[in-house]
């Protein structure tokens, strides 16, 4: 008996995780879902196609706006802030990983820095500033 309520409970530890690990995330208004699936099962009030899309990042320790190189650890936190740049009015989290070096992806432009690419200008992007890849 003793050893099959430690099979539950490493079951459930189990279980715990793997949710955790599939917790992902709508782009545009930052709900979190329990899978891809959950994610399309309900229309979102933020995104230009009414339906939730899916960020398709790496978990990150900072998430960043692809836009004004804001950070937020909190994930909805960040894409539900207004932003200066973004077209939408909302930061938009980066979906790259973390890189050593950047490059802008209409002109070739490289920096270290994320913050310095996004916010120095570019003559060949459509929204004068550097793209990150
Ligand atoms: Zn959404
Ligand atoms: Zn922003
Ligand atoms: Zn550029």
Redesign the pocket.
């Known amino acids: 008996m003793k050893r099959l309520l430690c099979t539950l409970l490493f079951l459930a530890a189990v279980c715990t995780a793997a949710f955790a690990a599939d917790q992902v995330y709508c782009k545009w208004c930052g709900s979190s879902f329990a899978g891809a699936q959950q994610l399309a099962a309900s229309p979102c009030t933020k995104s230009p196609t009414r339906k939730h899309e899916l960020y398709g990042g790496a978990a990150r320790r900072f998430y960043v706006c692809q836009y004004c190189a804001a950070e937020s650890a909190n994930f909805t936190q960040l894409v539900t802030s207004p932003c200066s740049k973004s077209p939408t009015n909302y930061h938009a989290a980066y979906e790259g990983a973390e890189k050593a070096s950047y490059t802008?992806?209409?002109?070739?432009?490289q920096s270290q820095s994320f913050k310095q690419?996004v916010l120095?200008p570019?003559?060949?992007?459509p929204r004068t500033?550097?793209?990150p890849l």
């Open positions: 802008c992806k209409h002109c070739g432009f690419l120095s570019c003559t060949k992007s500033y550097h793209d």
